[in-house]
């Protein structure tokens, strides 16, 4: 079946610590998203791709990191300059133009101990 | 600068009663405004997308409504089952980004809870 896939679905980090988040999706899409939601706040975009090979940054883009190397894969390196890491992170996919209905993942949560 | 404000922040109704959750946006210029579903830890899932020519639109028991002169739309959940126990989303897309997901202003969502 079509879909976007996050793995892994729970990571724990260290302070100081990278670690990077996949996202893989095989709905044919040019643009992928990624989003940080907190407790009680809206989703805020991270980064975004709408072509491969290119990338641009959304609201909250300081700390993180993304390649778009082959149309399928988006992946997001959280750095250890980013400051409160730990949050759910959503990534989505949505074909370029028209409504640009987005199709999410089922999100990573990510801890840091 | 956008805003998306959505209320009730909760809500808890008794399975089989129907409910009404509100979006209010000074998203501008209008595209369009969608609804989403969230399960507690999961990736939110699309319920309808409506245009600024669309004032009503359904998918199953929801009905969302929309009134672009008074930027309000509302979600209504008819008949309410234990799965629809979740997090509704309001999302509206201005314009200026040629109606893409890369101009989405996000509600904070009503979080609803079906008790049996």
């Known amino acids: 079946d079509g879909g976007i896939t996050q793995s892994p679905k729970y990571l724990f980090r260290k302070e100081g610590q990278n670690v990077t988040l996949s996202c893989e999706q095989n709905?044919?899409?040019?643009?992928m998203y990624w989003y940080r939601q907190d407790p009680g706040q809206g989703l805020r975009l991270i980064y975004y791709?709408?072509?491969?090979?290119?990338?641009q940054k959304g609201d909250i883009a300081e700390g993180y990191s993304v390649s778009r190397e082959k149309k399928e894969s988006f992946p997001l390196t959280v750095t250890s300059a980013q400051k409160n890491p730990t949050a759910f992170y959503l990534c989505?996919?949505?074909?370029?133009?028209?409504?640009?209905?987005?199709?999410f993942g089922e999100g990573s949560r990510l801890t840091v101990l | 600068k956008n805003q998306v404000e959505q209320s009730p922040q909760s809500l808890i109704i008794l399975e089989g009663k129907n409910c009404t959750l509100q979006?209010?946006?000074?998203?501008?210029?209008?595209?369009?405004l969608r609804w989403y579903k969230q399960d507690t830890g999961r990736g939110p899932v699309s319920l309808t997308i409506m245009t600024f020519s669309e004032n009503t639109k359904s998918n199953g028991r929801y009905t969302a409504t929309l009134d672009a002169d008074t930027k309000q739309s509302s979600l209504h959940i008819t008949a309410s089952q234990l799965s629809d126990s979740a997090s509704y989303i309001c999302?509206?897309?201005?314009?200026?980004?040629?109606?893409?997901?890369?101009?989405?202003?996000f509600g904070k969502g009503t979080h609803l809870i079906i008790q049996p």
């Open positions: 999302v509206v897309s201005d314009l200026s980004s040629g109606g893409g997901a890369d101009g989405l202003t």
């Open positions: 791709s709408q072509i491969v090979n290119d990338f």
């Open positions: 979006c209010n946006y000074t998203v501008s210029p209008f595209s369009n």
């Open positions: 989505a996919s949505s074909i370029q133009g028209g409504t640009g209905e987005l199709f």
């Open positions: 709905l044919n899409h040019d643009a």
